[in-house]
């Protein structure tokens, strides 16, 4: 079993419900403080966060549909590293992968890296709407970007979310020169351990709490 510290050292603890207020946003703050976990995932509008101590803020950019023009996306990144995001996770036009379009997938990441400046970059490829093969050539096109992760999920798309199959073969064409973020309807210690044992080197929760007190 993975140790409860492991486990918060990896987490970014998500709040991305569209109906989410500043109290709840507060209130994930302070949560994620109790629980020690690395980081908090928000919506870009609300940043900036008024005290997030040693937490990393990440928020989410082309989120959760990733049908946005490509400019709109960097404008959107720039915004958000100027309200004080240290990671952006982006999500990738997905009918481009689907419709074999990695050059301008490929294109579309980089101008979000670019804009993002010194923030690290997640892309969001939502594996499971994907195939395996596209799976693979998302993950390279988004490391050519410049990209520091591949994630796995937005934990809205009717396809469903994470999958320890996806981690794996993300894990595979990336190996060590990214990270790996497992994010969607991941609600158990046992479905985290499971990811982490796939080669997934980062969580994207909502339900922290549940899982580090099974730890």
């Not at 404008?75 to 990738?92: K, L, T």
């Amino acid at each position: 079993m993975t140790s409860r510290t492991d486990v918060a050292n990896i987490i970014d603890h998500t709040l991305l419900k569209p109906e989410a207020t500043p109290a709840d946003v507060d209130a994930l703050v302070a949560e994620a403080k109790e629980l020690g976990v690395l980081a908090i995932c928000v919506s870009p509008s609300m940043l900036p966060i008024t005290d997030p101590g040693e937490l990393v803020v990440a928020t989410v950019v082309g989120f959760p549909s990733g049908q946005v023009r490509p400019e709109i996306k960097a404008a959107e990144a720039a915004q958000a590293v100027a309200d004080g995001a240290a990671e952006v996770d982006m999500v990738i036009n997905i009918g481009q992968a689907v419709a074999g379009d990695f050059d301008g997938l490929e294109a579309e990441v980089r101008g979000v890296v670019e804009a993002s400046g010194d923030a690290l970059v997640k892309v969001i490829i939502e594996s499971a709407a994907l195939t395996d093969e596209q799976i693979v050539e998302a993950c390279r096109r988004s490391e050519a970007a410049g990209a520091g992760f591949v994630k796995t999920s937005t934990g809205f798309h009717p396809a469903g979310g994470a999958s320890a199959h996806a981690v794996s073969l993300m894990r595979e064409t990336v190996g060590d020169r990214l990270g790996v973020k497992a994010s969607g309807g991941i609600r158990t210690a046992e479905a985290a351990e499971e990811m982490i044992a796939a080669g997934a080197s980062r969580l994207g929760l909502s339900g922290s709490r549940s899982i580090l007190d099974s730890l």
